[in-house]
T-cell receptor
């Protein structure tokens, strides 16, 4: 079955540590997205990528970094510069044809130790 | 101008009743308005979506009503069931701009009582 796989489901970060969240899709989608979800604030866009080797900052990119070396993979690194990283992180993808919907993975919950 | 405001924050409805969730937006350049349903510990799943050239779209028990002049749209869930208990998000985007990024409302936690 095609879908978006996020791993791990739960992740704990120590102070000063960088952590990387994985997002893999086998839907052959061109565009991929990372969102952060906090209670009562909906989802906010961190980064997005429309093609391999290219990505754009979203609304809350500070303290995060991404790469897009392969079409099916879009890992997100939460750096030590992100002072409030505790949140639910969601990866999404869609076909580049503009009117196609975004499909979401089941998220990674990141907490601070 | 990029915001989407959603209300109410939480909603309790009896089984068989109608659930109504409202959203308002400012940016008239938005041209795609989806609704997502999210269960605890899961990612959002697309429920139904509408473009601004139609005023209503229905899929099963779910209906989107769209008022372009008022810059408002709403989700109606008819014959609400306990299985509909979830968090619902409205969103808006410009399909041909910024990768079609979605601007989400704050979410509505719906509880349907049996």
């Amino acid at each position: 079955d095609g879908g978006i796989t996020q791993s791990p489901k739960y992740l704990f970060r120590k102070e000063g540590q960088n952590v990387t969240l994985s997002c893999e899709q086998n839907l052959n989608h061109d565009a991929m997205y990372w969102y952060r979800q906090d209670p009562g604030q909906g989802l906010r866009l961190i980064y997005y990528s429309q093609i391999v080797n290219d990505f754009q900052k979203g609304d809350i990119a500070e303290g995060y970094s991404v790469s897009r070396e392969k079409k099916e993979s879009f890992p997100l690194t939460v750096t030590s510069a992100q002072k409030n990283p505790t949140a639910f992180y969601l990866c999404a993808s869609k076909r580049e044809v503009s009117n196609q919907p975004q499909h979401f993975g089941d998220g990674t919950r990141l907490s601070i130790l | 101008q990029q915001q989407v405001k959603q209300s109410p924050q939480s909603l309790i409805v009896q089984k068989g009743g109608i659930s109504i969730i409202n959203c308002a937006y400012e940016n008239t350049a938005f041209d795609y308005f989806p609704w997502y349903q999210q269960f605890p510990g899961k990612g959002p799943a697309l429920l139904i979506a509408i473009r601004p050239d139609v005023s209503e779209k229905k899929e099963g028990r779910f209906t989107i009503s769209f008022n372009k002049s008022a810059k408002q749209f709403s989700l109606h869930i008819m014959d609400s069931q306990p299985g509909d208990s979830a968090t619902y998000f409205c969103a808006a985007s410009r399909l041909y701009n910024q990768g079609g990024k979605l601007i989400f409302g704050q979410g509505t936690e719906l509880s349907v009582k049996p």
